[in-house]
């Protein structure tokens, strides 16, 4: 199976809005609004059109999507911006053959690319740290959700780029209606 990663164009979003329901819908810790969520964060200023990409077959059917967009995070002293990934979205029937990993090591070498130093996430805890992540209280950073702090996690995108960042995750607006 050849998969090619893509950014995602206007024309592509009603297939990746049915794409993240299918992709959710078993999924218990789910509230199955996440293609809801998408579609405000693509209106919002948190948006970075490079960074919400797609994964195609060879046919180019899409089976997979991500969405990276601007987050702060902020302390009593500073506020600095870094990238919440949120969701990320295989079809069910193509999950387990690697496409999440290259959407999201793909999703990190754009946004790299583009200035940005750091990705947080609100994810499953055995999965995303074998793509680098790691809790993000180790960072000294917090998220404003009544989690588990092992899926609360941050990664650095170039050595060094959370080096004296702590703080609270603030999301934009969209997250919230």
Known sequence: MNVKV??????????VDNLIKRAFSNV?????SEHRLVGRLRKS??????????AEIDDEKI??????TKVEIISETKSVISLGVAPLSVLPEFQN??????????A?????????G????????????????????DFGIKFPFDVPEECCMAIELFPGALDGV????????????
């Not at 990190?108 to 940005?116: E, I, P, T, V």
Request: no cysteine.
């Open 28 to 32: 218990g810790e789910s509230d199955h």
């Open 118 to 137: 750091s990705a947080v996430l609100l994810g499953h805890k055995d999965y995303y740290p074998r793509f680098g992540y790691r809790k993000a209280s």
């Open 108 to 116: 990190h070498r754009r946004a790299s690319q583009l200035g940005y």
């Open 6 to 15: 893509r950014q995602e164009q206007t024309v592509d979003y009603k297939v």
């Open 166 to 177: 702590q703080g609270r995750v603030h999301y934009s607006d969209s997250f919230r209606e």
């Open 63 to 68: 089976v997979g999507h991500i969405l990276l």
């Open 97 to 106: 053959r690697g496409i999440g990993g290259l959407l999201l090591r793909e």
């Open 45 to 54: 200023d948190a948006f970075i059109p490079e960074l919400s990409l797609v």
